[in-house]
């Protein structure tokens, strides 16, 4: 009986090329032959995986333009901004290529700043039911107030089915992948677990200034109005596709202290909850360059006087 095989290939050394003439030679020249017609194929398709990636990318991290209703320095309904987290020094970030659920997938904290397709969302107002709070204002503006409602929609370019920003309560199979606190998700069904409610960062003066409007590049808190839990982040490593970022969860960093009747004594939320509503980049050394470390001092320093 003659061997197709030499002794060594047998054994699995791969030595030996389809050129050496050694072996079964001829069924080798044939494999790569189809081998190449296969890998043209896909090249020719699109197929191939570092195409795939590259075309992700590209869709990901295609430049979008912060686009203001207006330049009065408040946030607008249709705006399409950014928000930026103090404690990591990012802004938010999803992507619809790591689903969780057949209707949800990731959110992240990231580094990249510049703006673009999944790092930009859009605001919009809460048309459904809400509490007793939404009867005290009716707001008939386009402006967004402290109190209000809103939903963070994904940018359309990036994910066309209107995906917004949601957060659900801790299960024993619901829960934020690294530091086990609310799970944030982008959803896209626009529901009661989608719902933010943008609050002044002070929670001495949280009650004078609900009903004001929200500026722009000012430290602000999101609370999600189905767990009641302040939308934050830390510098808790999330490794994706675009590197290391930083996970995103909900959980409300206050001091638990002592209450006293008629004595306002709760101290601000951590840097973990301090978002910031950017609606245009600033130039390197502008007069803007401190707008958010200004407004961050302000706010420490209580409300504005009437």
């Known amino acids: 009986m003659e061997f197709l095989y030499t002794r060594q290939q047998m054994e699995g050394f791969k030595g030996y090329q389809s050129k050496v003439k050694i072996g079964n030679w001829s069924e080798d020249l044939e494999l790569d032959a189809a081998k190449l017609k296969s890998y043209l194929m896909k090249k020719e398709r699109g197929e191939l995986k570092c195409t795939q990636a590259e075309d992700r990318f590209a869709h990901a991290l295609q430049p979008a333009m912060l686009q203001p209703k207006a330049n009065d320095g408040y ?39 510049e703006p673009c397709s999944r790092n930009t969302f859009h605001i919009q107002r809460w048309e459904g039911r809400g509490d007793k709070k939404d009867a005290m204002f009716d707001f008939r503006d386009d402006v967004v107030h402290f109190g209000q409602k809103i939903l963070l929609k994904v940018n359309p370019a990036l994910a066309g089915s209107g995906a917004a920003l949601a957060s659900y309560p801790r299960t024993p199979t619901s ?10 998700v982008m959803q896209r069904q626009s529901n009661w677990a989608a719902v933010w409610e943008v609050q002044y960062l002070d929670p001495q003066f949280k009650m004078e200034m609900e009903g004001q409007a929200v500026p722009t590049n000012a430290p602000v808190a999101l609370l999600h109005c189905g767990t009641h839990q302040h939308l934050a982040s830390d510098v808790i490593k999330y490794r994706n596709d675009y590197g290391t ?46 707008a958010a470390e200004d407004s961050l001092n302000s706010a420490e320093a209580g409300p504005p006087e009437p």
């Open 75 to 113: 946030v607008h309904f249709g705006d399409v901004v950014m928000l930026f987290n103090q404690a990591t020094d990012g802004c938010l970030a999803c992507d619809p290529q790591e689903p969780l659920t057949e209707d949800t997938f990731a959110t992240t904290s990231t580094w990249y700043t």
């Open 175 to 184: 829960f934020s992948r690294y530091s086990r606190n609310l799970e944030v």
């Open 245 to 290: 970022e930083y996970e995103v969860f909900g959980k409300s960093f206050t001091e638990v202290v002592k209450g006293q009747l008629g004595v306002r004594e709760r101290s601000m939320l951590g840097d973990c909850n301090r978002w910031c509503f950017v609606t245009s980049i600033p130039s390197e050394g502008g007069a803007e360059g401190g």
